[in-house]
């Protein structure tokens, strides 16, 4: 049973490109999580998705943030026009459907240099 | 709002000691709490998941313990080996809030041969 699947594991943009970050969850986890990590701080949440339906988006940055959980296909991050701020590693979890005492389960990370 | 903090920030220990690591947090009304492991430049790696009813939960050298009253609980590491050397990292899923998990900055361990 893979794990959860992130990539790319490291992306590097320029001021103002585009970044996306997919993630694949474990089979049979229909919930998917997207948190940040700055460097030397913990992770904080962004985002909860289930299939086609964003649960609760209350940490995304209100402009240029953007993700997805489409019907088929892996969970999708957007960040438009990055800016250097946005350097920091973007995990994505997933837990199973018992989402009161499911266990998270992360995947490697991506980390996205904005130079 | 859920706030988690864990002290020490960073621990240093000789080999083979047992040491604990401490995780609090300031509102008791959570489903469960999970402690992590995170190695540089890696993901993170589940290590304990302890439901609210439940006191304690072990793993190999590994016990975990909650006190959901005083908001606090505590990963034990029984003889610790350097391959024990990562950043540990605890999460709470508030009842309130259950969208989310909650995490402290973690602490940092380095275990010397």
């Known amino acids: 049973n893979a794990g959860v699947m992130q990539n790319p594991r490291h992306l590097v943009r320029r001021r103002g490109q585009e970044a996306r970050l997919r993630c694949s969850p474990m089979?049979?986890?229909?919930?998917v999580y997207w948190y940040r990590q700055l460097p030397e701080e913990g992770l904080k949440f962004m985002v909860y998705?289930?299939?086609?339906?964003?649960?609760?988006e209350s940490g995304m940055p209100k402009e240029r943030f953007s993700a997805e959980f489409p019907k088929e296909g892996p969970s999708i991050l957007r960040i438009q026009q990055v800016v250097r701020g946005d350097s920091a590693a973007y995990f994505c979890?997933?837990?199973?459907?018992?989402?009161?005492?499911?266990?998270?389960?992360f995947g490697e990370g991506s980390r996205l240099t904005v130079l | 709002k859920q706030e988690v903090t864990q002290i020490p920030a960073a621990l240093s220990v000789p080999e083979g000691e047992n040491l604990v690591l401490n995780c609090s947090f300031t509102?008791?009304?959570?489903?469960?709490l999970q402690w992590f492991r995170q190695d540089p430049g890696k993901g993170l790696t589940s290590l304990l998941l302890?439901?609210?009813?439940?006191r304690e939960q072990t793993s190999g050298r590994l016990n975990a313990s909650l006190d959901k009253s005083s908001g606090r609980s505590t990963l034990y590491i029984a003889a610790s080996q350097p391959g024990d050397s990562a950043t540990y990292l605890c999460?709470?899923?508030?009842?309130?809030?259950?969208?989310?998990?909650?995490f402290g900055s973690g602490t940092k361990l380095n275990v010397k041969p």
């Open positions: 302890i439901q609210s009813s439940q």
């Open positions: 509102d008791s009304a959570i489903y469960n």
């Open positions: 998705l289930q299939k086609e339906n964003i649960i609760d």
């Open positions: 089979k049979g986890h229909s919930h």
């Open positions: 979890a997933s837990s199973p459907p018992d989402w009161r005492t499911g266990e998270l389960f």
């Open positions: 999460a709470v899923r508030p009842r309130d809030n259950f969208n989310k998990f909650y």
